[in-house]
């Protein structure tokens, strides 16, 4: 079956610009994630969606990054007022309900911000 | 989080068995060892996981010692497309549903 999606999947932007990235989960999964990895660097989690619940927003460096989901299916992160150190690629994955741990990634989208 | 410890890499001559160890003393009870690889250029990709007992699938399988301190994901005949980075972590049920990626171990796998 069709696993998570991920647009665009490469993104250059100039520093000042406002990005959003979006992240098709697999259907019936209830758990949304997105991370973010720099070059060279161990991926880093960002936020969490569970069904209807309030999101994990634990992980967002600065409140220039938001995320939404919305009708528990596609997801969309903003980053406002980009900033070079923005730039990495930013993974999203999905979970099944029951399944915690077992995530399941898209193939990221690369954020260039020059 | 309880803290993992992997070395940074490892190589392996192809269709050979590889033995990837992961140290992980802090660990609790409720605790799941889970392992993730990324190829180059993708995004992580679930492996195997396990609480206790060891583990098989179709990808791997998991040793896990008895004392659950550490655990060893074991590839029985190494590919030249396992080389990858591999990730062990742990995942603690009804606690954050994030995971906690550390620098894993770099698998060379020569032809």
């Known amino acids: 079956g069709a696993g998570v999606s991920q647009s665009p999947s490469n993104k250059v932007t100039e520093k000042g610009k406002d990005v959003e990235l979006r992240c098709d989960p697999i259907?019936?999964?209830?758990?949304l994630y997105w991370y973010r990895q720099s070059l060279g660097q161990g991926l880093e989690f960002l936020i969490y969606?569970?069904?209807?619940?309030?999101?994990?927003k634990s992980g967002l460096p600065s409140d220039r990054f938001s995320a939404e989901r919305t009708g528990g299916s596609v997801s969309t992160l903003t980053i406002q007022r980009t900033q070079q150190e923005d730039s990495a690629v930013y993974l999203c994955?999905?979970?099944?309900?029951?399944?915690?741990?077992?995530?399941?990634f898209g193939p990221g989208t690369r954020l260039t911000v020059l | 989080d309880a803290k993992t410890t992997q070395p940074n890499s490892m190589e392996s001559n192809e269709e050979e068995p590889v033995h990837l160890p992961c140290n992980h003393s802090?660990?609790?009870?409720?605790?799941?060892i889970h392992w993730y690889r990324q190829l180059p250029s993708q995004g992580p990709e679930y492996v195997i996981h396990?609480?206790?007992s060891n583990v098989n699938n179709r990808m791997a399988s998991l040793a896990i010692a008895e004392d659950r301190k550490s655990s060893t994901l074991i590839l029985h005949r190494a590919t030249l497309r396992d080389a990858a980075v591999y990730y062990c972590?742990?995942?603690?049920?009804?606690?954050?549903?994030?995971?906690?990626f550390g620098k894993g171990t770099k698998l060379t796998v020569n032809p």
């Open positions: 994955a999905s979970s099944p309900l029951g399944r915690f741990g077992t995530q399941y």
């Open positions: 259907s019936g999964h209830t758990a």
């Open positions: 969606f569970q069904g209807n619940s309030a999101p994990d």
């Open positions: 802090t660990i609790s009870g409720t605790d799941y």
């Open positions: 396990g609480l206790t």
């Open positions: 972590i742990l995942s603690r049920r009804g606690g954050s549903e994030k995971l906690v």
